[in-house]
């Protein structure tokens, strides 16, 4: 593969950046990767670790001479690094970020871009409950979908070299307009996130009467919500913050159905249920057929 950029960027060293940098490592996409973080103790591991080439201790000086610039801070933070940053950008750079949210990250950095670089939003649909330099691994983005929103007038040589990086550490790249996909990622993962999160809020309510046996006779479904549950509280702050109003329209639906379940339970209203659950069933047999559950087994078909 040939290298695609000479100096790769990251300001933030935390999981996603973490696993870029080990994924251009092992591709051998760039020449040379630089990198910093808010505080002293992650930069002093990702030194430690050799994360990238180079450990900067200002945002400033880890841009300079960068033709790639990746920014990996929770969303409400990208305003202020990329003020930070702007003055020191190179002509004819390219900076983009991975955040979870798009019209946020666009309009908070947007304005900050000076004319001579160009701003291409990003958002890997990958990750884990971990955080920090030490949480990275090459693989994290093989087989996952990347989605890019380039706002109009995207210079197309850029859009292609940004595309082809992520395709180089094995992700597919879609195209998507910001306001789409934040209604998109507020069904996949935005509104799932605040599920978890309330329902290991409402089981560790429940512990206090039932002493240990919550946790003991925790079948898989919880203990799923458990790993999601344990997601980094900035970032997911942040998501709900900055995709408001995506998530309280999917929350408003998601209520109702759920009301709707709550009363047919209350008659004993089996047919109700049988039928919700059956509709649900297809959607999964749905997405398995169509090949598009990556993380499923070989035997997804015989074990539906
Ligand atoms: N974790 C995931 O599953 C996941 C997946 C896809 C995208 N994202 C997005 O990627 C971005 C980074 O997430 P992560 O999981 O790598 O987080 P992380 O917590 O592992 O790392 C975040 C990094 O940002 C720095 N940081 C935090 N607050 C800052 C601030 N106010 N100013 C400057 N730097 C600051 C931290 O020091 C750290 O280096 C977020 O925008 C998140 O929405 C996360
Ligand atoms: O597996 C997980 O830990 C995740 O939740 C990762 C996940 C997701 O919802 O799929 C979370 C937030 C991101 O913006 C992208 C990916």
Redesign the pocket.
Known sequence: MTQLYQRVAF?????????MALAMRRGGLVAETTGT???AE?RAIATEIALVDRVTDT?AQAVQGADLVV????????A??AAEIAPHLARGATVT?????KQA?NDAVGPHMPDHVHFIPG???????????R??FAELFDNRWTILTPPDGTDADALDRLTRVWQGIGAQVDVMDPAHHDLVLAVTSHTPHLIAYTMVGVADDLRRVTDSEVIKYSAAGFRDFTRIAA??P??WR??FLTNKDATLEILGRFTEELFALQRAIRRGDGDHLHAYFTRTRAIRRGIIDAGQDTDAPDFGRSNR
Do not use: F, K, N, Q
């Open positions: 300001v933030g060293l935390g999981l996603i950046a973490s696993s973080a808010r505080s992650t945002a920014l990996c801070v929770p969303v409400g933070a990208m202020a690094v970020d991975v955040g979870s949210v990250v958002h890997p649909l990958a990750g884990t409950e971990h955080s920090g330099p949480a990275g997601s980094d900035t970032m942040d998501v």
